[in-house]
Structures are given as structure tokens and as C-alpha cells.
T-cell receptor, first 117, second 114 residues
Framework: GAVVSQHPSRVICKSGTSVKIECRSL??????MFWYRQFPKQSLMLMAT?????????EQGVEKDKFLINHASLTLSTLTVTSAHPEDSSFYIC?????????????FGSGTQLSVL | AQKITQTQPGMFVQEKEAVTLDCTYD???????LFWYKQPSSGEMIFLIY??????QNATEGRYSLNFQKARKSANLVISASQLGDSAMYFC???????????FGAGTTVTVRA
């Protein structure tokens, strides 16, 4: 099956620093990539949708200047948490889709646990 | 409004028994897709099963089956012959044609007891 690689799997950083998370589709071209945030024992909350070569579409309430998303190629999307603060600590997980279709399942990365001290 | 509702926060099931996880959804579209994902404690999201709104038969994938009742807008997941490795969080999700985003329910934590 299709593989999505996400790294780092875990990052601990000081408050005020920026953290970049990478999401790569290893064996397929991802037309669309999605970034989710998840708090412990809770659901996945969609943060933004990114399409290759265009600006990301952010969900309501998500600060686009805080969470910078770049989708430079059909196999790579990055999420940068800028000037991270303790409240940004969370599990971030990306997913990729080969095509826009109702029955197209999303392939997920393994997630990144961000801890901001 | 909540699109996907999972009313069972947690469930316990005995090994080798079957368990049903409830999922109801809300949409005005006639065409949509329903998914179930498993999330073990390691965090990755594992695709389990898919049901299209126009599929006449209930989807099955090994020990997983989906009890699709379109009129009631429910898509319950049945796991048969539970195994210890089935202990995880399970999410029901829906994809609609207007934006193709995947909307997730709150999830159900399943704990399989030996």
C-alpha cells in the first residue's frame, strides 16, 4: 500500500523557537495533503489542506501565520510551527491523497508529538 | 453541527468475541464516502474499511464489517473474533463531495481483555 513518511516523530523545543515537520508520500504523487492536530484521547482536527503549488487553505480558527504550510512538490508538504509556545504542544499528523475522490482513502503519516517547554 | 457522531467513548470486549462500534452521520448530500480508521497507542492511523453511499452491499474486510443503514444514517463497525491487538482507538469518518475533506468522529477506545 501507499506509504506516507512523517518526521520527526517527536520533538521537544523551547518556547519561541520554530519547528518544521515534514510529510512525504514515498510511492505516489499526492495531489492533496492534509494536516491534522490531535489532543490526547480526542479526535483529529483538520488544520489545513494543501495542494501542490498553491497556498494552503486553513480551517476556521487556525492561525496561518503561526502554522506555515508549504507544498512545494507532489511528494512533500511541510508544516512549520512558528514561535512555538506550550499551548502548541500536541500531536500533529499529516495525510495524503492521490486524487480527489469520495472513495479515495487517505494515507497517514505516523505523526509528530510536539512538546514545547 | 457535528457531522460524525460516535457515542461510545470506551468499550471493553472479551477476546474472541465480537464488538460493534456505533457511528451516525449527518449530510444532505446523496453521494458520500464513509471510512473507519484504527489508531493504536503508537499514533498512526490505519485504514480499516470503506463504504460508499451508493454501495448496496455492506462492506467487509477480513474481520471487519460495516453495518450500513442509509435511511438511519448509521455506519456501525463490527469487529469479529476480537484479538488483543485490536485494542486501540477507532474513528469513523466521512468524505463529502463539496470539499473532499475527511471529517472524523470523536472516536471510541476499545480495550480487548484476555
Amino acid at each position: 500500500g501507499a506509504v506516507v513518511s512523517q518526521h520527526p516523530s517527536r520533538v521537544i523545543c523551547k518556547s519561541g523557537t520554530s519547528v518544521k515537520i515534514e510529510c512525504r508520500s514515498l510511492d505516489f504523487q499526492a495531489t492533496t495533503m492534509f494536516w491534522y492536530r490531535q489532543f490526547p484521547k480526542q479526535s483529529l482536527m483538520l488544520m489545513a489542506t494543501s495542494n501542490e503549488g498553491s497556498k494552503a487553505t486553513y480551517e476556521q480558527g487556525v492561525e496561518k501565520d503561526k502554522f506555515l504550510i508549504n507544498h512545494a512538490s507532489l511528494t512533500l508538504s511541510t508544516l512549520t510551527v512558528t514561535s512555538a509556545h506550550p499551548e502548541d504542544s500536541s500531536f500533529y499528523i499529516c495525510s495524503a491523497s492521490r486524487r480527489v475522490s469520495l472513495n479515495e482513502k487517505l494515507f497517514f503519516g505516523s505523526g509528530t508529538q510536539l512538546s514545547v517547554l | 453541527a457535528q457531522k460524525i457522531t460516535q457515542t461510545q467513548p470506551g468499550m471493553f470486549v472479551q477476546e474472541k468475541e465480537a464488538v460493534t462500534l456505533d457511528c451516525t452521520y449527518d449530510t444532505s448530500d446523496q453521494s458520500y464516502g464513509l471510512f473507519w480508521y484504527k489508531q493504536p497507542s503508537s499514533g498512526e492511523m490505519i485504514f480499516l474499511i470503506y463504504q460508499g453511499s451508493y454501495d448496496e452491499q455492506n462492506a467487509t474486510e477480513g474481520r471487519y464489517s460495516l453495518n450500513f443503514q442509509k435511511a438511519r444514517k448509521s455506519a456501525n463497525l463490527v469487529i469479529s473474533a476480537s484479538q488483543l491487538g485490536d485494542s486501540a482507538m477507532y474513528f469513523c469518518a466521512m468524505r463529502e463531495p463539496n470539499d473532499y475533506k475527511l471529517s472524523f468522529g470523536a472516536g471510541t477506545t476499545v480495550t480487548v481483555r484476555a
